[in-house]
């Protein structure tokens, strides 16, 4: 790094310091803390090197190491004796987890014409790994249930409620059916699941060319999409449900856990599950009569694409080896030299389908580069005031397995000592992309103005900044341009995150770059090191910049005094939120009203094409309104609760040093803050989900949805339910405003003792 | 037709006479004249017969018949026949012309691999008319250059101005290279045009499966779409600056006329063009490199869309027949009884690119089965009040030939006698075009209220409004259930309207069913008798809604007193223009303005890929302000002066019979209504398009360009032209305002002098 860029990197901070005063708060001078932060925070970003990143990377990758395989028991022995070499305090913790692999499957066509799947990704002759046949598992979709089905194939777009309610208008039922949905636009373990709800016998999943095939580009080895006979491999475990072994809802998979039968777990798909190739699928699509699909449901395969029933019928059996393997999560703990006994906590999963050289390679091979740079630190003198806790998870593909029993058996610790979590999976080249607890929104923002953009050589936030004025709509232009921090998403759910949050609430963030490139070798077996050094982060900068990321925020938030939580974000946050589900049901409202007044005018009889028959539709009933108030109310009480807070903060700011106990007590409400969040009642019809701002949505499953109970409730026109929701989340919001009340208080008491 | 109709269509002629009180105003009592009108309307509606319809559809596509070929004559001299049968005074009117065909056509990809384009449509066994090859025009453009080159080839997308500016930031330079364009969003013209300007030496125009290919459907004989060898023939001449004769621009080609050397018109394309199929396209697509088109460029073929330019060297080599042609317009005729110097003409061509059983055949048999039944209903007894004109013009496939010859020819006689020329090309199973000039808005409204869609058993007008109710945004939707009259597009050009409209000054509607069912046999040789009775209107009820429609209009602009224009509607909708454009310059200021203001803050530097570099932008000059005053006000004084018209129309409604000399005097200024909006000097660098309200895009060929020159002076950034053109605009909006308040001087006298 040169001068001139930290001579940037201070004027960033010296902005956001301005910007949201709230992001970097100590209970040191603000100027002597800047300075002793930038310190090591400075000595910590020259650490990382990509020749590093580049060597975890080859070494992880170079062979298959998905749960119970060899190498991924290889990979976590050699990862733990990585962390031991750096100074960590390192071990390796086993669970015993549910873990299905293919025993039978076939997939063919047995009218109008035959055809046989082929069901298999060949070696590609200048990818060297990805011949390693032996240790490979096959395509499959892990946790879907055995079966032998035969039966007419219906083609349900990406299979969302969304699609088949367009299938109902079109007059066509997967009612004891086999569905083929594409890849994309939901998580994959949706699509089965609203096919067995809707009476399908059989689910195929395949990946067309138009979502990350030839449409994006040469197809792999001359570029980076899928080639003809690449599979999506995935869980389609019902994680909106619970994640983690299905056998053990809740609680740690040790060894003398109480276990489910197999027969008990919910989360095991009703209906058998295979994913497919776009060589596999085209005979089966080209073969289906019935209505053309929409416009917008039609890939990029040279067909015109029908939707079924039929003529093609599909026979699909499948059966699985239903084995309980071992899971091996590597933790490793720096020591907090103040506060011990609060944690930052930061993972990475390392199991992978294949090879992963990508997913999640990339991303753990940063992680250790972070573990090795804090440990050097280390010995040149540096000791986080917090305890430092840096996990290598097992298992995240199945089921997100090694973080969430790790979490489930360490709850009641979490719950007394977890400040923070920061998540990354899969690294590449572009922005950072940052998501997770709005408490945590400016000082992410902090973050961001402290590193460098190795392609733009600027920081990560103005690129990030310039690509949101670039892309925007005038308004998120504008706000870009004027808000200081830009808004970071809302955590659905995907990676090991979804546990901390979403189950112990503890206050999270999920980082990583990309969007630069464009894929579609997703967990088949070209993602591997061929591959990630062809057409991803070929020089591992990203890598680099990952690690200095991450492990800036790490030290900021182990250094920090008064944890960095700004409460008037959060504030912010949900009045959008509680406005935003007020708005969701006016425009139902006005969406049902609309509808019913075009039944009436006669609208879809006189614009009904007889060769194109649609179903005609029924007037609704005009959802009711709901009693907003109690919600309304809370997010005001919170909004000057933490006004409060934040001006208690400021006034006592340079009183803190000095008055540890201060520190702590505040600390110690705002370690509790994001546990507000939660109801041990947990979400309508899915307990395990205990956050009532944010979850994955029940018919999305990566993407949030916020204030969860209220909105699904509307979107599930389950009004009553979503009116009791509305109360419950009034109440958390209530307990939250007066933990921050509290913490307030004790900054006040501070600055009148003082005074 | 059943009384409850019948009962239908008296209710919608009651609301429509109550909302647009202008639409049908008469010199009788109104309900005398509704009474009158109805009784022949209805007589008229009862006699188109779809057997009719297809009988002639049969006869005329039954052998190839374009310009100049044996089948073209038969057919003008079988319908000179049908009308002189029917009682109309026939004949045939003939022009020489300009009309090449193709003598050298050869394709070829020379490197990276060699491929021969087959340029040629295959036979197919089930459609008898397919293999007619001796009388097939083949697969070409017409009016290309002679040319022989061998260059790279470059993918242009579609072939607009704004596709080049996305060229140029990619780099990429079309300068001495082959460009292919796929067809669709543009006229085809405009691509070998735009080509040409930025240094092209060759075009290719394909047709994408994505935009009339299996994308949409089975292709034919399966279905409606293309299939893999069609090809799209079509003209290229450059009509933006003036259809008809390449070698008489501006006068009739009859024998006499002065003619240009060829090497002298302007019309003819700077470089050689050919159509293709995406047969032929595709080994020419799949060998391009360069950068990845962007998302939105991509078709439906397999492959990865790349710009190129190369290595993908193609050799294309035509050379043309550069004949003169005869051409037949058969012109028929029924006097007026009362104001025989007021003509009502109505037109349709009869040529084809080949069979052309849908274009233009299913128009042309409607508009002859409305001439049959007007025969008919005048031996009945009714005679038209005005006199009706009917054509089938020839050539309007290669220029617009046959009408544009006619109207140059008749000049002096359109200017004094025409009152209104209605318009229809290829007609099929759907909802009413309507189209043309506004102050028949109403009037074309009213038409579509007393005509029943055959599917949906409603109105044509009320299928129509469920259509715009369904599809709308919602302020399109709530202004189709509010407004009354649903709008009526402005006619850009590609179909025989243009020299009526846009030349002569005549009010004008283009008409037309269809929207119905997507196809892919435009201008093929699968265009024909056996495609149009599988997958269009396949029973021709839609052809007798068409000859219902259309003679409706025909009846009630021959017989209606005072003609039905409505002057406060064409007010209004120029005031709408006026905004428009003002609206035009502000969006390009505010453009350029963030445009710049992007370049200053490093926005493009700091999201530009490394891997994927555009060229950097430069900044632009902000458009200037311009004096909109002239044209606001004459805008608002041409509203005021609608006013007082409609108003002394209304008072003097009642006294109208009684005094035909006020009838006369005002007709005979509604007739020049059309024309005063004229400016003989014509656009900028167009000046055979005298109309400054309406034109052909310069740049778009088919879509409309409202207020022409000020627009197109604000896109273009020529903002001195723009500002001279709203000067003009100005002076023809103040003649039109002189006029009207002349007709309207003439009502009030009347009503004063009965008073």
Redesign the interface.
């Known amino acids: 790094m040169t001068i001139r860029q930290h001579g940037r990197f201070f004027v960033a901070v010296a902005i956001a310091a301005f910007v949201v005063p709230a992001s970097r708060p100590s209970a040191q001078s603000p100027q002597a803390a800047v300075a002793a932060a930038d310190r090591w925070e400075t000595a910590f970003r020259e650490l990382p090197a990509p020749a590093n990143i580049r060597a975890y990377d080859e070494r992880m990758s170079a062979r298959p190491h998905h749960v119970g395989s060899p190498y991924d028991k290889d990979n976590a022995d050699w990862m733990l004796a990585r962390f031991k070499e750096w100074g960590w305090d390192a071990k390796i913790e086993r669970f015993d987890v549910l873990f299905p692999t293919p025993k039978i499957r076939l997939l063919e066509m047995v009218t109008p014409t035959r055809f046989v799947a082929t069901l298999e990704e060949p070696a590609v002759t200048v990818d060297p790994t990805s011949g390693q046949k032996a240790e490979q598992l096959p395509s499959y979709n892990a946790y879907s249930s055995d079966g032998d089905v035969t039966a007419p194939l219906v083609y349900v777009n990406y299979g969302r409620p969304v699609d088949y309610e367009q299938l109902e208008r079109l007059g066509v039922s997967v009612k004891g059916a086999i569905a083929i949905a594409r890849y994309g636009a939901s998580w994959r373990g949706i699509k089965p699941k609203v096919a067995a709800e809707h009476g399908a016998v059989g689910c195929l999943i395949y990946s067309d060319?138009r979502d990350d095939g030839?449409?994006?580009?040469?197809?792999f080895p001359a570029?980076p999409?899928r080639p003809r006979e690449g599979v999506q491999r995935g869980s389609v475990m019902d994680m909106p449900v619970y994640p983690g072994d299905p056998l053990t809802p809740g609680v740690g998979a040790t060894p003398d856990a109480k276990r489910l039968a197999i027969s008990d777990a919910q989360t095991i798909t009703r209906i058998p599950v295979l994913p497919i190739s776009y060589g596999d699928a085209q005979p089966l699509l080209a073969a289906l009569q019935g209505p053309?699909a929409p416009a917008a449901w039609?890939g990029?395969?040279?067909?015109?694409y029908h939707i079924g029933p039929g003529p093609a019928t599909v026979h699909l059996k499948l059966a699985f080896n239903w084995d309980i393997k071992p899971l091996y999560d590597v933790i490793a703990r720096l020591p907090g030299s103040t506060y011990p006994d609060e944690w930052i906590i930061r993972g990475n999963h390392h199991d992978a389908w294949v090879n992963g050289a990508g997913d999640p390679v990339s991303g753990m091979s940063a992680e250790l580069e972070e573990a090795r740079a804090l440990g050097e630190l280390r010995k040149q003198g540096w000791q986080p005031k917090r305890t430092i806790i840096y996990a290598a998870w097992d298992g995240e593909e199945p089921a997100l397995l090694g973080s969430t029993e790790w979490v489930e058996t360490h709850g009641t610790e979490l719950e007394a000592h977890a400040a923070v979590y920061i998540n990354t999976d899969s690294n590449g080249?572009?922005y950072l992309g940052m998501a997770g607890s709005h408490t945590l929104e400016p000082f992410i923002n902090g973050v961001a103005r402290s590193v460098e953009?190795p392609?733009?050589k600027?920081s990560a936030w103005?690129?990030l900044?310039?690509?949101t004025?670039?892309q925007g709509t005038p308004e998120e232009?504008n706000e870009a341009r004027t808000r200081g921090d830009l808004r970071i998403g809302a955590l659905g759910s995907g990676s090991d995150f979804t546990p901390f949050l979403q189950h112990c609430g503890v206050a999270t963030l999920s980082l990583g770059y990309g969007g630069?490139?464009d894929s579609g070798i997703y967990h088949s077996i070209y993602d591997d090191f061929y591959y990630y050094t062809h057409f991803e982060d070929t020089d591992f900068v990203y890598g680099r910049l990952a690690a200095q990321t991450v492990g800036t925020a790490v030290i900021r938030l182990a250094d920090a005094d008064v944890l960095p939580f700004d409460l008037a974000r959060l504030a912010e946050t949900v009045k959008e939120y509680v406005d935003d589900v007020q708005a969701l049901l006016k425009r139902r409202q006005d969406e049902v009203r609309?509808h019913n007044r075009?039944i009436e005018?006669?609208?879809?009889?006189?614009?009904?094409?007889?060769?194109r028959p649609l179903v005609a539709p029924v007037a609704e009933a005009v959802p009711p309104a709901l009693n907003f108030a109690p919600l309304q109310n809370a997010s005001t009480a919170l909004t000057t609760a933490a006004g409060r807070y934040q001006k208690a903060l400021s006034n006592a700011s340079a009183r803190l040093a000095a008055n540890t106990a201060t520190v702590r007590a505040v600390n110690a409400k705002l370690m509790q803050s994001e546990r507000q969040l939660l109801d041990p009642a947990g979400l309508p019809h899915r307990e395990w989900y205990r956050h009532l701002l944010y979850a994955p949505g029940f018919y999305t499953g990566y993407d949030v949805k916020t204030l969860p109970g209220v909105r699904e409730g509307i979107e599930q026109r389950q009004y009553k339910d979503a009116e009791a929701e509305i109360a419950r989340a009034a109440k958390v919001l209530e307990r939250e405003t007066a933990l921050v009340n509290a913490a307030a208080a004790d900054l006040e008491r501070l600055a009148r003792a003082v005074r």
Chains 1, 2 share one sequence.
């Open positions: 060319p030839y449409f994006g580009g040469e197809v570029g999409m053309l039609r990029a395969l040279p067909i015109a080249r572009g953009d392609e733009a600027v103005k690129r900044q310039a690509a004025i670039a232009r630069e490139d609309e075009q005018d006669g609208v879809f009889a006189a614009t009904n094409d007889p060769r």
